[in-house]
């Protein structure tokens, strides 16, 4: 038996959404789910969008705003 890692979405009917790598033929096959613990699911959410927007942070390009030139959200009246 060959195994192959895929990252997948349940939905809230609780069906199973991933895409499967062509090569692999139509048919039968064993799942094994391995899924977050609820502590571990909102810190590995974090890494993830860390890890996705770094890129994108880290252009100089995106650096468009100052103290200077902003508004204070709370500011008294």
């Known amino acids: 038996m060959k195994a192959i890692e895929l990252f997948a979405d349940v939905d809230k009917n609780h069906r199973l959404e991933a895409e499967i790598p062509k090569e692999i033929p139509p048919g039968k096959v064993k799942l094994i789910l391995l899924f977050p613990e609820e502590d571990e699911a909102g810190a590995k959410w974090m890494e993830g969008i860390s ?21 204070p959200v709370n500011e008294a009246e």
């Open 51 to 71: 890890r996705e927007w770094a890129t994108e942070l880290e252009d100089p390009r995106e650096d468009i705003y100052t103290l200077e030139n902003g508004e």
